[in-house]
């Protein structure tokens, strides 16, 4: 069973950069792909980040696109979200999730990965 525990979450200022980190346990399977969604309250997870199976490419959200770079260390089994000029806008939860056997379609998908952290907070104060 695999396991993924998210931290880093904060609260910065506009323009301002944070570092998500998700720890995974367990043992995810070679072909697995990760990604970073996020959730307005009283809204669907949205796609932010994707990495397409082990060290494969990344995918990125328009709004997030030249900001965010998602990366993955497989020897220390963490995923992790590098955030840069955030803006009041980036404000949400913030979730890691991991999909065992994704097709290159459904990576933005949130419906289609079999994990997911319990979250963690990002503000962004104007």
């Known amino acids: 069973q695999v396991q993924l525990a998210e931290s880093g979450g904060g609260l910065v200022q506009t323009g301002g950069s944070l570092r998500l980190s998700c720890a995974v346990s367990?043992?995810?399977?070679?072909?697995?792909?990760v990604a970073w969604f996020r959730q307005y309250p009283g809204k669907e997870r949205e796609f932010v980040a994707a990495?397409?199976?082990?060290?494969?490419?990344?995918y990125y959200a328009d709004s997030v696109k030249g900001r965010f770079t998602i990366s993955r260390d497989n020897a220390n089994s963490t995923v992790s979200l590098e955030m840069k000029g955030l803006k009041p806008e980036d404000t949400a939860v913030y979730f890691c999730?991991?999909?065992?056997?994704?097709?290159?379609?459904?990576?933005?998908?949130?419906?289609?990965?079999?994990?997911w952290g319990q979250g963690t907070q990002v503000t962004v104060s104007s």
């Open positions: 999730a991991l999909g065992e056997r994704l097709v290159l379609s459904s990576l933005r998908l949130h419906n289609q990965y079999d994990y």
């Open positions: 990495m397409f199976r082990n060290y494969g490419r990344t």
């Open positions: 367990g043992r995810p399977s070679n072909t697995s792909s």
